[in-house]
């Protein structure tokens, strides 16, 4: 992490003389007895991508975009072997688990980073149920095409539906002509007359107004809503030109998982001719809601059930409030009939539009209600121009940790006092909104602000960042400390 990261070590409290590479290799640790151990290797490293018939040069795990899909049971024992093959340093973060603090994966916070042609073993136990993902936690290595999904199964889950589709978001920088990295340089140099492919064409930030995009919906909540401009918007890895088709028999009920993996891009989705019921919001189950479409943004997961009618379906990801244009795609089929184009426009889309914090948790998600033993105070802070984010006032590494004592209930009075949608994630912990509803990342919408909860049961050092990964890199974490 070029911003800040690389410089935790040094600034941490309670490790001020503690200097870089002092975590050294990973410690073992081993399964209960009966714990079941789901094992996996990945490679990460570089490859090409067929974006409908153009070849990009970017960097995966293993040979696609998405990676492998990790599957395994709440309660199960992970032993994942990362082996490095790509020119950098990486790491892996298992975003939204909440496992012991020394496989999180975040470099000079919980362990070196894993050098190119080494490998490192990540063991962890899984305790909840729910759609996650994984990514580096590496500069702005996410955006260029590291992420896989992560689904850990619930024993106890009557299951209830026929088919299941997982189905991951992002947006595509170029991975030829530019980089991540050097999109991110600019931005850092706040050189905002590049434009065009991978650049920063969005850049008309300087009224500061919020909703100047022309390209935004008048109703649209978030603001502006990312900086960069992307020429590709992809489901599974695939572009609108050649969609990856979902196929399932007319009247199944099938499961929908969505994981926003893109770095600087919230959408808004719809299923064409369906409306959806939201299930479970960053894995925990919500009361059931139907909705036409919902947003959701960078690390959040919404998973759905939705009965199939007879046909083929858009099942449509739009990007919120970019300059840019362009949508991402799937197809649903169940039945004959044709092809929906790349730039099918479901009315879904705009319907109701569901915002997560709309939603109400499940009785089994709630949170055990409890008065906070302590507070602190999270501001996001910062600006498109110059192109500077911080937490609190300061970006991380000059910023105060946040601290906790373990068992403690602690209020997190958050405050986004910028003119911009920031998707706010928090590691190894969820946390509560004011209704209750329970997640691990959560958007606010300019000049928002809320409090969130959560109870200090991981002791160790975590990150809460932007899941903008352009701004987190620019600034916006800081460090949450067990004392
Ligand atoms: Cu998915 Cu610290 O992030
Ligand atoms: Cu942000």
Same mark, same amino acid.
């Given at each position: 992490g070029a911003a800040g990261l690389g410089t935790y070590a040094a600034t941490k409290g309670s490790g001020a003389s503690a200097p870089k590479g002092a975590f050294g290799a990973p410690t073992p640790v081993s399964p209960d007895p009966g714990q079941t151990v789901v094992t996996k290797s990945l490679t990460a490293k570089p490859i090409t991508l067929d974006l409908a018939g153009r070849t990009v040069s970017t960097w995966g795990y293993g040979d696609a975009v998405p990676g492998p899909l990790l599957r395994a049971t709440a309660g199960d024992f992970l032993r994942v072997t990362l082996d490095n093959q790509l020119p950098d340093e990486t790491t892996i973060h298992w975003h939204g688990i909440r496992l012991r603090n020394p496989a999180d994966g #975040?470099?000079?916070m919980t362990q070196d980073p894993v050098k190119p042609e080494t490998s490192y073993v990540y063991e962890f136990t899984a305790p909840d149920p729910g759609t996650y993902f994984f990514h580096p936690h590496v500069g702005v290595q996410l955006d260029r095409g590291l992420y896989a999904p992560l689904?850990?199964?619930?024993?106890?889950?009557?299951?209830?539906?026929?088919?299941?589709? #997982?189905? @991951?978001?992002?947006?595509?920088?170029?991975?030829t002509g530019t980089t991540p990295e050097q999109v991110l340089e600019k931005l850092l140099a706040n050189d905002s007359?590049?434009?065009? $492919?991978?650049?920063m064409g969005g850049m008309d930030h300087g009224e500061m107004g919020g909703m100047n995009h022309g390209a935004m919906d008048e109703a649209e909540p978030w603001g502006d809503a990312g900086d960069v401009t992307y020429p590709h918007f992809l489901i599974n890895g695939r572009p609108p030109a050649d969609p990856e088709t979902l196929r399932a028999k007319a009247g199944q009920k099938v499961r929908l998982r969505i994981i926003n993996a893109a770095s600087d891009t919230i959408f808004t989705v719809a299923l064409g001719g369906h409306r959806m019921t939201i299930?479970?919001?960053?894995?925990?189950? @919500?009361?059931?809601?139907?909705?036409d479409a919902f947003y959701i943004g960078m690390g959040e997961r919404y998973d759905a059930i939705v009965t199939l009618g007879d046909g083929a379906f858009p099942l449509v990801a739009k990007? #919120?409030?970019?300059?840019?244009?362009?949508?991402? $795609?799937? #197809?649903a089929r169940t039945?004959?009939?044709?092809?929906?184009?790349?730039d099918a426009s479901p009315r879904e889309l705009t319907g109701r539009v569901l915002i997560g914090s709309d939603l109400r948790p499940a009785q089994a998600a709630k949170l055990p209600s409890r008065r906070p033993d302590a507070t602190a105070r999270l501001t996001l802070t910062g600006s498109m121009q110059p192109y500077a984010w911080g937490m609190n006032g300061a970006p991380f590494g000059k910023n105060e940790p946040l601290t906790v004592r373990a068992g403690q209930r602690l209020r997190i009075n958050a405050t986004n006092m910028t003119m911009m949608t920031h998707p706010v994630h928090v590691h190894g912990h969820t946390f509560a909104l004011p209704s209750g509803l329970r997640k691990d990342t959560v958007l606010m919408a300019p000049m928002q602000s809320f409090a969130i909860d959560l109870d200090a049961d991981n002791e160790g050092d975590w990150m809460i960042h932007c899941h903008n990964i352009y701004h987190a890199e620019g600034g916006m974490m800081i460090a949450l400390e067990y004392i």
């Open positions: #975040v470099p000079g689904i850990i199964d619930d024993p106890n889950e009557p299951g209830g539906y026929d088919a299941e589709w #997982v189905l @991951v978001l992002d947006d595509w920088i170029d991975g007359g590049s434009g065009g $492919m991978g650049g299930t479970h919001s960053d894995g925990f189950p @919500v009361e059931p809601t139907e909705t990007p #919120v409030g970019k300059a840019g244009g362009g949508q991402a $795609m799937a #197809v039945g004959s009939g044709a092809a929906p184009g790349g």
